[in-house]
């Protein structure tokens, strides 16, 4: 069964930085794709970014140029970059992983952007 930890969330000024992991236990195959989303109060999920086994990234609009995606799979463990963060950026994070139909959640960390 394969699980997913999130970590690195927490309270930043606006412009400030924050890193965020993932780190999956249990076995898939490389081939799968990684992701992050978020869901701030009130609001349907969001997809943020995801990266593929080999390397194909794909980051929402709306982070784009502020936010990257890294993954290291001998480790199993993604990570997302969150540089020049905002008020709106302010969500849990959750991290994905699917393949084929398969798909798994973490459970999420929160990320707080505030004077």
């Known amino acids: 069964q394969v699980q997913l930890v999130e970590s690195g969330g927490g309270l930043v000024q606006p412009g400030g930085s924050l890193r965020l992991s993932c780190e999956r236990s249990?076995?898939?195959?490389?081939?799968?794709?990684m992701a992050w989303y978020r869901q701030a109060p009130g609001k349907p999920r969001e997809f943020v970014a995801s990266?593929?086994?080999?390397?194909?990234?794909t980051i929402a609009d709306s982070v784009k140029g502020r936010f990257s995606i890294l993954r290291e799979d001998f480790a199993n463990t993604m990570f997302l970059e969150m540089n020049s963060l905002k008020p709106e950026d302010t969500a849990v994070y959750l991290c994905n992983v699917r393949l084929g139909v398969a798909s798994y959640w973490g459970q999420g960390t929160q990320v707080t952007v505030a004077s």
């Open positions: 249990g076995y898939i195959f490389s081939n799968n794709v």
């Open positions: 990266i593929t086994g080999g390397g194909s990234e």
